[in-house]
């Protein structure tokens, strides 16, 4: 059982930035592929990026060039830097633990892009 709580959401105006944190809980969290899902109003929930275990990372391309995730083994974190806001990111944000048999994710955190 791995628990994720993230943290770092809120309100931005367009072209600002925000950084989204990910705290496992995991042991053996460096195994794990993690992820941040987004999830707007009435849209199905999709994968922003994700970051395996040895540290590849994929993106969705609306994202590309502005996004960027990251890891700490050490400290069981997963990070998303967001640059370059737009309205069309505003969603709820989720953190995804996939690997070893399961997949985990956190409560979510609300991200608002707006002037």
């Known amino acids: 059982q791995v628990q994720l709580v993230e943290s770092g959401g809120g309100l931005v105006q367009p072209g600002g930035s925000l950084r989204l944190s990910c705290a496992a809980s995991?042991?053996?969290?460096?195994?794990?592929?993690m992820g941040w899902y987004r999830q707007a109003p009435g849209q199905q929930r999709e994968l922003v990026a994700n970051i395996a275990s040895g540290g590849f990372t994929n993106y969705v391309d609306s994202v590309k060039g502005r996004f960027t995730i990251s890891r700490d083994n050490a400290k069981k974190m997963v990070y998303l830097q967001m640059n370059s806001l737009k309205p069309e990111d505003t969603a709820v944000y989720y953190c995804?633990?996939?690997?070893?048999?399961?997949?985990?994710w956190g409560q979510g955190t609300q991200v608002t892009v707006s002037s």
């Open positions: 995804n633990a996939h690997g070893f048999g399961g997949n985990y």
């Open positions: 995991s042991t053996i969290f460096s195994i794990y592929t």
